[in-house]
T-cell receptor
Framework: GNSVTQMEGPVTLSEEAFLTINCTYT??????LFWYVQYPGEGLQLLLK?????DKGSNKGFEATYRKETTSFHLEKGSVQVSDSAVYFC????????FGKGTRLHILP | NAGVMQNPRHLVRRRGQEARLRCSPM?????VYWYRQLPEEGLKFMVY????????ESGMPKERFSAEFPKEGPSILRIQQVVRGDSAAYFC??????????????FGNGTRLTVT
């Protein structure tokens, strides 16, 4: 069946550091791919998405490129801020959304 | 434009009681999904419903759990005879599109169930 694997956390970085959170997927067909973010005590918010191979999703300085050849959708940001501290979920959609286990990110001032 | 509304935000039940969790999807959305999140874990799919129909309940435990989405009113996730292992955050999401589309799901803020 379809599945999503993302790097385990927690990930701790200093402010202004470069961020990469790895995500790979297994799927039949060509699902849409998403990154969601969850702040403490809240639900999930869509961060960005890509619907086909080589698409790049971007939002709030975050980017991820749909790589069909490596079945990956890694999340990157060039300079993180303390306010980026949250849990990040990689996901794919066939008929329902399937989530990775989440990566907790801590940004130190 | 109200988002997905879930209530209550926090629910405490003693073992053996019933828990009812409500979800009102975004306006114009006719598809509802329920997910469960255990502490420090990802979200596990439970059930996908359209108005008056259960489309996919492959993630629902076979006993004690049920879900509905009536023609009028919110979607309800019902847990009978709760046990401590049911303690979790339950999230509802909605979508305006048919299954298989590239539309994201819009999530509510969840109901945190604690079973004592």
């Amino acid at each position: 069946g379809n599945s999503v694997t993302q790097m385990e956390g927690p990930v701790t970085l200093s402010e202004e550091a470069f961020l990469t959170i790895n995500c790979t997927y297994t799927a039949t067909g060509y699902p849409s791919l998403f990154w969601y973010v969850q702040y403490p005590g809240e639900g999930l918010q869509l961060l960005l998405k890509a619907t086909k191979a080589d698409d790049k999703g971007s939002n709030k300085g975050f980017e991820a490129t749909y790589r069909k050849e490596t079945t990956s959708f890694h999340l990157e940001k060039g300079s993180v801020q303390v306010s980026d501290s949250a849990v990040y979920f990689c996901a794919l959609r066939d008929d329902k959304i399937i989530f990775g286990k989440g990566t907790r990110l801590h940004i130190l001032p | 434009n109200a988002g997905v509304m879930q209530n209550p935000r926090h629910l405490v039940r003693r073992r053996g009681q019933e828990a009812r969790l409500r979800c009102s999807p975004m306006k114009g959305h006719s598809h509802v999904y329920w997910y469960r999140q255990l502490p420090e874990e990802g979200l596990k799919f439970m059930v996908y419903l359209q108005k008056e129909n259960i489309i996919d309940e492959s993630g629902m435990p076979k006993e004690r759990f049920s879900a509905e989405f009536p023609k009028e009113g919110p979607s309800i996730l019902r847990i009978q005879q709760v046990v401590r292992g049911d303690s979790a955050a339950y999230f509802c999401a909605s979508s305006p599109s048919q299954s298989g589309s590239n539309s994201p799901l819009h999530f509510g803020n969840g109901t945190r169930l604690t079973v004592t």
